[in-house]
T-cell receptor, first 113, second 116 residues
Framework: KNQVEQSPQSLIILEGKNCTLQCNYTVSPFSNLRWYKQDTGRGPVSLTIMTFSENTKSNGRYTATLDADTKQSSLHITASQLSDSASYICVVSASQAGTALIFGKGTTLSVSS | SQTIHQWPATLVQPVGSPLSLECTVEGTSNPNLYWYRQAAGRGLQLLFYSVGIGQISSEVPQNLSASRPQDRQFILSSKKLLLSDSGFYLC???????????????FGPGTRLTVL
């Protein structure tokens, strides 16, 4: 069964600290993996996308890694800011047209001052 | 540039009442369109997708229906709402076609539906 599991479910950190969010997946075949950021009450916005051959991708203070052998991905946030408070969703795409997306339940990150 | 609109932003409806949520996309043609529901503490659940006018595929059996009367308009409906229909409804679009660039989905701002 295609699944995407994220951990932790929620996380609280102090402003300026770093954190790492985890994503494990059992999706086959595999096309790509995306991390989305979803602010409360808003739609998700894509942060990064990685295909099978890519093992790291950065977007500002966000760095995603992918280990296709172990089927694990992580999202590292550096020097966190209050605006990073959001839900971070890992989404894996099977090798089909756009309907074959498997969503994780997300990690809720709270950054406090 | 492409934009996606959803309305209303929030909605409170009594059980048994009808529902109509609208989604429109600007700046692109022939998009794939999607309706998702996000319940509290749950991941996004794909409800419907459409690859063209009048073409609707349903992912899960439920109390809802979808229609695509125009190329860039996607409507989510119900004749009689249930309590379990409460949630955050997201519309999304993607470029028609295959490949990793083609299946990136762009989400709308969402509609918060509360059924009382």
């Amino acid at each position: 069964k295609n699944q995407v599991e994220q951990s932790p479910q929620s996380l609280i950190i102090l402003e300026g600290k770093n954190c790492t969010l985890q994503c494990n997946y059992t999706v086959s075949p595999f096309s790509n993996l995306r991390w989305y950021k979803q602010d409360t009450g808003r739609g998700p916005v894509s942060l990064t996308i990685m295909t099978f051959s890519e093992n790291t991708k950065s977007n500002g203070r966000y760095t995603a890694t992918l280990d296709a052998d172990t089927k694990q991905s992580s999202l590292h946030i550096t020097a966190s800011q209050l605006s990073d408070s959001a839900s971070y969703i890992c989404v894996v795409s099977a090798s089909q047209a756009g309907t074959a997306l498997i969503f994780g339940k997300g990690t809720t990150l709270s950054v406090s001052s | 540039s492409q934009t996606i609109h959803q309305w209303p932003a929030t909605l409170v409806q009594p059980v048994g009442s009808p529902l109509s949520l609208e989604c429109t996309v600007e700046g692109t043609s022939n998009p794939n369109l999607y309706w998702y529901r996000q319940a509290a503490g749950r991941g996004l659940q794909l409800l419907f997708y459409s690859v063209g006018i009048g073409q609707i595929s349903s992912e899960v059996p439920q109390n809802l229906s979808a229609s695509r009367p125009q190329d860039r308009q996607f409507i989510l409906s119900s004749k009689k709402l249930l309590l379990s229909d409460s949630g955050f409804y997201l519309c999304a679009w993607s470029v028609l076609g295959r490949g990793s660039r083609h299946n990136e989905q762009f989400f709308g701002p969402g509609t918060r539906l509360t059924v009382l």
